[in-house]
T-cell receptor, first 114, second 114 residues
Framework: GPKVLQIPSHQIIDMGQMVTLNCDPVSNHLYFYWYKQILGQQMEFLVNFYNGKVMEKSKLFKDQFSVERPDGSYFTLKIQPTALEDSAVYFC????????????FGKGTRLTVV | GEQVEQRPPHLSVREGDSAVIICTYTDPNSYYFFWYKQEPGAGLQLLMKVFSSTEINEGQGFTVLLNKKDKQLSLNLTAAHPGDSAVYFCAVSLTSGGNYKPTFGKGTSLVVHP
């Protein structure tokens, strides 16, 4: 079935550095999402993105976070600067939208900030 | 906004027993409902998507029931086996101007003992 690819699967970064998480969504999808999961627990919504713009963001989407999808390439989540509490697994997702919509998730990027 | 309560947080059953996980949501305009399975270190695997028009949904080895009156969604594994051991998440989505944003329950960690 359709796949969302996330690159890399693991990343270790020094606190204060910048990190970019990459997501290759399903090719014809129009809506894109980032979720944060800490310690295998709840999936927390961060942000969704459509037509080049952030549609909605949660309180977890701090000022240090940004998203973009330049020219239909990767959908990225950038954190600058990183903090220890940013350590988590970040899941990217995409959906086509429309009434019969299904959100497809990637396998996640495990980010460890040290 | 939408809130989703999932219970129980942990569930331990013997092989062949049934296992029931329940999610309760708050927004009566919820339209799409999903159950995901997450094995250790892996991404989310979609078990079933349910639309608000369908109350009983049969999968392979499980049934999903939607009770719109009580705003409740349940996953019933009819004869669990050790391969079912995983964390299960429900997710609920609205259609609000195309701003799809699945809201997740906190997950249920299921362990099936041989």
């Amino acid at each position: 079935g359709p796949k969302v690819l996330q690159i890399p699967s693991h990343q270790i970064i020094d606190m204060g550095q910048m990190v970019t998480l990459n997501c290759d969504p399903v090719s014809n999808h129009l809506y894109f999402y980032w979720y944060k999961q800490i310690l295998g627990q709840q999936m927390e919504f961060l942000v969704n993105f459509y037509n080049g713009k952030v549609m909605e963001k949660s309180k977890l989407f701090k000022d240090q976070f940004s998203v973009e999808r330049p020219d239909g390439s990767y959908f990225t989540l950038k954190i600058q600067p990183t903090a220890l509490e940013d350590s988590a697994v970040y899941f990217c997702a995409s959906s086509l939208a429309g009434r019969d919509t299904e959100v497809f998730f990637g396998k996640g990027t495990r980010l460890t900030v040290v | 906004g939408e809130q989703v309560e999932q219970r129980p947080p942990h569930l331990s059953v013997r092989e062949g027993d049934s296992a029931v996980i329940i999610c309760t949501y708050t927004d009566p305009n919820s339209y799409y409902f999903f159950w995901y399975k997450q094995e250790p270190g892996a991404g989310l695997q979609l078990l079933m998507k349910v639309f608000s028009s369908t109350e009983i949904n049969e999968g392979q080895g499980f049934t999903v029931l939607l009770n719109k009156k009580d705003k409740q969604l349940s996953l019933n594994l009819t004869a669990a086996h050790p391969g079912d051991s995983a964390v299960y998440f429900c997710a609920v989505s609205l259609t609000s101007g195309g701003n799809y944003k699945p809201t997740f329950g906190k997950g249920t960690s299921l362990v099936v003992h041989p």
